[in-house]
């Protein structure tokens, strides 16, 4: 054999990693995977969210050129990971795109639904929309699914799917080159879930880059965050007034289901309607039932047992404005869980105007308010807002519960890095506010031992595998 034939095998091969989004921020999740002399594999392609800085972040020409990529991974269906598919085809982008199946069905509405947002804000700035209807179904024309655990390759890359447990369908991407791997986390599950199994532990990483959304603080535990969701609906209902929870469509929105109808089928809290007042929670939680193979243990037994999931008869799904607006008709002790989580837009917000100068009523916000969003502002403590061009007395009571977040928190966080502590060579740690990211990146240097970072925004590296 050849000295130089001998030399080529054994010498290392080399990919890079552009941090394009998700760097130094919570949203906007963009990574490009490049192996050298290949073509380049994108790794997400969200959009940012929760600022007017964010919404002009979305609208600028991507760093690349997107008839260049010819691979979209997608690790789940959340817009942050999912908003700017459509721009991407829009703007040139014609491969393949693959994620899980539950995750192209809830794309599409996902999708579909953030069109709406989008035009409100392009007609308010006066500029274009940055896809319509049209791109979407590009996109999806586009898209194909992979199981969990079913290998399938991009040249040289080796790329599986494993469940991260943090909603319907998300997974870790894990690429595979020159037997080494790289895993991209996407988001990370708060496991243990009511609905969904728990992350899968990752045990020989050579690179993990990983979300770090709560890399600073530490969530309730599991009994926990129910008494407090128990507590807080008999102390609203109690005081005679209604519950608003603005609730993410994907993911918690059906949390929330299940754990009401528990608490309702043990008789733990007062029997009062529960509004769904959401056209794409509803179609989301159809999609829901369709996977419910994907559920855990627990959730598929209480199906095999003969009980409903998501139906019991205080429950009642408003799809139409008419219906959302006959809400009021109904005396005040009342639960209404609307969209969108952040408070951001969506019916929540006529909810909030109408709810919040009222002191016997609460709002309750169960996850991540980005900075810059209404939902932040009203966490942080904030008196009067401004909904829908009027300023609004905030008298409500504003409750937090963290313990129903999709993500892992600080512990749970650096757990998951020290299941493959013994194999990793390097953490890069992203998608969370600098101080969340920076905080995880030392405790995996103090606790663990391992080399950690947090990229900046359009930073690139060079790895060898």
């Excluded at 130089?4 to 921020?25: Q, R, T, Y």
Aim: with cysteine.
């Amino acid at each position: 054999m050849p000295a130089g034939f001998l030399f080529a095998i054994l010498e290392a091969m080399k990919a890079s990693v552009d941090f394009l989004g998700g760097a130094e921020s919570v949203t906007g999740s963009n990574f490009l995977f490049t192996p050298e002399g290949e073509s380049p594999i994108l790794i997400d392609c969200g959009l940012f969210q929760g600022s007017k800085v964010a919404e002009d972040e979305n609208r600028k020409p991507f760093s690349f050129d997107p008839k260049a990529i010819s691979t979209l991974v997608v690790t789940h269906a959340h817009i942050d990971h999912i908003g700017r598919v459509p721009k991407l085809v829009k703007e040139g982008f014609s491969g393949k795109i693959y994620s899980s199946p539950p995750t192209k069905d809830l794309a599409e509405f996902m999708l579909t639904d953030s069109i709406g947002v989008l035009a409100k804000e392009a007609r308010r700035d006066g500029v274009p929309l940055i896809y319509d209807e049209g791109d979407v179904r590009e996109a999806m024309r586009l898209w194909e699914t992979r199981p969990y655990h079913e290998p399938f390759t991009i040249g040289s890359v080796s790329i599986v799917f494993r469940d991260s447990g943090h909603i319907l369908g998300s997974a870790m991407a894990e690429l595979t080159l020159g037997g080494k791997k790289i895993i991209f986390t996407g988001d990370l599950g708060n496991s243990p879930a009511p609905l969904l199994p728990d992350t899968e532990r990752v045990t020989d990483a050579t690179y993990l880059v990983m979300e770090s959304v709560y890399g600073d603080r530490v969530h309730e535990g599991k009994e926990e965050r129910r008494d407090k969701l128990e507590d807080v609906i008999e102390e609203t209902m109690r005081a005679g007034g209604t519950l608003m929870i603005p609730a993410f469509s994907l993911e918690r929105t059906q949390e929330l289901l299940f754990e009401i109808e528990n608490m309702v089928e043990h008789s733990r809290i007062p029997l009062v309607p529960v509004f769904l007042d959401s056209p794409l929670a509803i179609k989301v939680t159809g999609v829901y039932k369709k996977y419910s193979n994907y559920f855990n243990a627990g959730a598929r037994e209480i199906i095999r047992g003969g009980d409903g999931i998501f139906k019991f008869p205080q429950l009642i799904m408003t799809d139409t404005t008419a219906e959302s607006k006959r809400i009021y008709e109904v005396a005040e002790r009342k639960i209404i869980i609307a969209g969108s989580g952040m408070s951001n837009g969506g019916r929540i917000l006529h909810h909030e105007k109408r709810y919040l100068p009222d002191e016997k009523s609460t709002l309750l916000l169960m996850g991540y308010q980005a900075p810059g969003s209404l939902g932040r502002v009203l966490q942080d403590g904030g008196k009067s807002v401004t909904i829908m061009g009027e300023h609004i007395s905030v008298r409500a009571r504003v409750a937090s519960i963290s313990g129903y977040s999709a993500h892992k928190d600080a512990n749970g966080l650096l757990d998951f890095v020290a299941q493959t502590a013994d194999t990793v060579k390097k953490v890069f740690v992203v998608m969370g506010e600098p101080r969340a990211s920076l905080t995880l990146v030392q405790r995996i240097r103090d606790y663990l031992g391992v080399d950690a970072v947090a990229p900046k925004a359009g930073e690139k590296v060079e790895l060898e595998f």
